[in-house]
């Protein structure tokens, strides 16, 4: 089976499995977990800030840094699209009493004249916009790469009117690694970051929140409430060491694979595919409305491929460690023999 549905799908290969066995540990709760905190400087290293701090999940991560960033009752800026509106069951609402103001873009970066004008008047029948959000790359919207001069404006934006800036990386390394922008060029213009382990880098589990040192301290504190001070967390962590040293310098080829995928779909007549959104391991295509995508996906599937719907007609594959060059060729295959049986 060829399963396409997700880069979180990754499993430990054998040399991650004994990099996990051998992780020196101690009670992180008790901050003693060497590895943990190697895992912490590093990263807080490798984005130019003064802390990180190591957590299970990258909805907990999004939603400490909304917890430290904001105050109840405050409003946030995201796309209509972004994972921490979209995907993160209403946390925001819930574990910080925040509301988030949505804006359609069609990359996943709206427009800064629209951002501008969803920043509320300084009025006291209006919430604070508090928060901006900027994720990248972009999972709904295909891998999209929010552009560095977006990123560049949107800050000068957001200090004309006082306003954090947070970035959803979970797949910020995908980024990184296609533009060959580093981590500190990307980071520098956000107050918080969060990036994902999990995900392209093939860790089974982890993200880390990256900020100042009195941000993380307040996160942590979070953390603890959330349920997410874990003890020899430094099992996982070393996973998270081996994939920045093993699994980060090879996401370019998630990115020819998906490229790949991508230009045999479009030979397809019944297929669209918006080249132009193809920028790193995503692959969103468009069926003609002959065609019922759930049968389309189920067909796929009876013959050895594994596929997400979206919505409407659109349909995605991921593309990650575990995917060859061969695999992405033969998944356009068994599309082709799909749409052409009847
Ligand atoms: C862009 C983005 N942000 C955050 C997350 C949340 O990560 P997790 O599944 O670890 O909570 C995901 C997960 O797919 C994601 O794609």
């Not at 970066?109 to 959000?133: A, G, H, M, W």
């Not at 382990?197 to 942590?220: C, D, M, Q, T, W």
């Amino acid at each position: 089976m060829i399963d396409l549905r997700s880069d979180t799908l990754t499993r430990p290969d054998e040399a991650m499995r004994q990099a996990l066995a051998n992780a020196e540990v101690g009670d992180d709760v008790y901050g003693e977990d060497p590895t943990a905190n190697l895992l912490q400087e590093r990263i807080a290293d490798y984005f130019g800030k003064e802390a990180a701090l190591f957590v299970p999940s990258g909805t907990m991560s999004n939603q400490l840094s909304l917890k430290v960033l904001t105050s109840p009752g405050d409003e946030i800026i995201a796309d209509a699209d972004a994972h921490i509106f979209y995907y993160e069951t209403a946390a925001p609402s819930i574990v910080s009493n925040v509301q988030i103001r949505t804006i359609r873009s069609q990359f996943g970066f709206p427009d800064l004249n629209d951002i501008e004008r969803s920043i509320r008047p300084d009025i006291y029948y209006f919430p604070l916009t508090s928060v901006i959000c900027v994720e990248n790359t972009h999972n709904r919207h295909g891998g999209t790469i929010a552009p560095i001069e977006y990123i560049q404006q949107l800050r000068d934006l957001a200090n004309s009117y006082n306003i954090k800036l947070h970035l959803d990386g979970a797949r910020i390394w995908n980024a990184i690694v296609e533009t060959g922008i580093d981590g500190t060029s990307y980071a520098k213009y956000f107050d918080t970051i969060s990036v994902c382990l999990s995900k392209g880098l093939g860790a089974p589990v982890g993200s880390l929140l990256i900020s100042s040192a009195e941000y993380i301290e307040k996160a942590r504190h979070w953390r603890k409430i959330l349920g997410g001070g874990m003890r020899q967390v430094g099992i996982l962590a070393a996973a998270g060491l081996y994939a920045l040293d093993n699994n980060l310098p090879r996401l370019k080829a998630d990115h020819e694979n998906a490229r790949l995928f991508a230009s045999l779909l479009s030979e397809i007549e019944v297929i669209k595919v918006d080249m132009a959104r193809i920028q790193t391991n995503i692959v969103r295509f468009e069926l003609a409305t002959s065609i019922n995508p759930l049968d389309f996906i189920e067909k796929c599937k009876k013959n050895g491929l594994l596929l997400s719907h979206f919505d409407g007609q659109i349909i995605r594959a991921v593309f990650y460690l575990e995917i060859t060059s061969e695999q992405a060729r033969t998944a356009s295959e068994i599309i082709k023999y799909v749409l052409q049986s009847p």
